[in-house]
């Protein structure tokens, strides 16, 4: 065997690294792995705990999901769940909170109404709650001063349950997987920090060389990078997805002083604006605080809180005349315009928290600038891909899978809740590209309803 030779490599150890990471450790006859991961520990970008909401987004309050996508992101969502039970990791990592979408308005209101009888049957556990309810469950929610005397005059409804498992602090579960991939196998399972893959070259007999920015080299059979942005930058070097652009839109949180609401509050989406609307949830990093986020600010960089990556954010764009027309068709639009700028000035000090908190006085009326501090250091950065073909901003996960071995995976929201499900869909082409046995039967028993 070659010296730093491996069956699979792959490159990043965020959440969907170290879940592709877990499965073929566990699931497959794979001879050898790698784990490649730029910096000194797993999962310190958008897989960390402060950079994410923490939420296990199945589909059942976020309101920019179909019900065909609903059904799809049940069953990822269910294997993140499943995956946590079956290592006792609820309490750890993995928490229980009430969790509900409002409707606030009439226009709204008859939104949720409309939508929790469309999606009654995929979830059962969904409740309709009226302000009567809501009083007892989120009583901030409903008052518009905090001695809870005066009702908010417009009506509003939500539906939500208090039975299910919503939070997850993803960097703890990477830990956990990767832990747990170790365990499973007796094969070669290594994971080298503060190992910068720099380029990867395909050679002659169809296997892999990666080149490091610390002069080391691997082979490998097949490779897998689940870098974030950085995914789409190695895959241009390598000539893929040259069709494609990343936009980086970071997300920024505020933080309560003390505790507002009892579980994850989230709104009606604007089906306009491709980013997350804003809600509240009970932090499980900061003890007894609720978080309001996202914002959304694109930046030219492709990590946030990390020295560099400009450059690589302007190579990674692939800046033309496409990239000039998606820029122009989304800004046309007067209600996007109106997002991006007032989410420009959420990061402006001075101004931010006053113009933050009238939006979120649509969760809780009665918050005020004074109840609030701009969470330093939360929030993450979310390659947003633009498809230079046909001119649009792509949602959801990108994937390049060549078909020769290599794929590169691009992972937006709900990029952590998926990480399980995106997996097994790279796993499956492995097993079929390499020739590997598969114990499907322990893995749908383990990770699948």
Not at 45 to 53: A, D, E, F, R, W
Not at 225 to 236: D, K
Request: glycine share 6%; net charge negative.
């Amino acid at each position: 065997m070659k010296k730093n030779h491996y069956d699979v490599l792959i490159v990043g150890g965020g959440i969907s690294g170290t879940a592709l990471f877990y499965e073929l450790a566990k699931y497959t006859s794979v001879s050898s792995l790698c784990l490649l991961e730029k910096y000194e520990a797993l999962a310190t970008l958008n897989s960390k705990g402060t950079s994410n909401s923490q939420t296990i987004h199945i589909g059942d309050i976020e309101t920019n999901y179909t019900l065909e996508k609903a059904k799809v992101t049940k069953r990822t969502a269910k294997m993140v769940e499943k995956f946590c039970l079956q290592y006792d990791l609820q309490d750890k990592i993995m928490f229980s909170h009430q969790k509900m979408a409002l409707g606030v308005g009439e226009k709204e209101v008859h939104f949720i109404e409309n939508r929790y009888h469309e999606f009654k049957e995929l979830f059962p556990y969904l409740e309709l709650w009226d302000v009567e309810k809501l009083k007892e469950l989120e009583p901030k929610i409903v008052y518009l001063d905090k001695a809870q005397t005066k009702v908010r005059p417009e009506p509003i409804v939500a539906m939500g349950t208090n039975t299910q498992y919503t939070t997850v602090d993803y960097g703890a579960m990477s830990e956990a997987l990767s832990t747990h991939a170790q365990k499973a196998s007796d094969i070669p399972t290594d994971i080298f920090y503060n190992t910068q893959v720099v380029d990867i070259f395909e050679k002659e007999d169809k296997t892999f060389e990666v080149h490091c920015k610390d002069g080391s080299i691997y082979t490998a059979n097949f490779v897998v990078v689940n870098a974030g942005a950085h995914s789409l930058f190695l895959a241009h070097r390598m000539g893929y997805g040259k069709h494609m652009g990343c936009l980086p839109m970071a997300g920024s949180f505020y933080m309560t002083n003390e505790h507002f609401l009892n579980g994850k509050v989230y709104m009606v989406q604007n089906n306009k604006l491709p980013f997350a609307a804003l809600h509240g949830d009970p932090d499980i990093l900061a003890e007894g605080k609720t978080r309001f986020g996202p914002t959304a600010l694109m930046l030219p960089k492709l990590e946030r809180f990390k020295p560099g990556t400009y450059w690589d954010f302007f190579k990674t764009l692939n800046f033309d005349f496409h990239i000039v027309k998606i820029f122009w068709d989304l800004l046309k639009d007067s209600d996007i315009r109106n997002y991006v700028f007032k989410n420009f000035l959420f990061e402006v000090p001075l101004i931010n928290k006053g113009l933050f908190v009238q939006d979120a006085k649509k969760i809780v009326p009665s918050l005020s600038v004074d109840d609030i501090t701009y969470a330093k250091g939360f929030g993450g950065v979310r390659p947003q891909v633009l498809d230079k073909e046909k001119e649009k901003l792509m949602l959801g996960e990108a994937s390049i899978n060549s078909g020769n071995g290599i794929i590169f995976n691009m992972t937006p929201s709900p990029g952590a809740t998926s990480c399980l499900g995106n997996a097994e869909r790279d796993m499956r082409e492995i097993v079929a590209h390499l020739g590997l046995d598969f114990d499907e039967e322990a893995f749908l028993a383990d990770l699948t309803e």
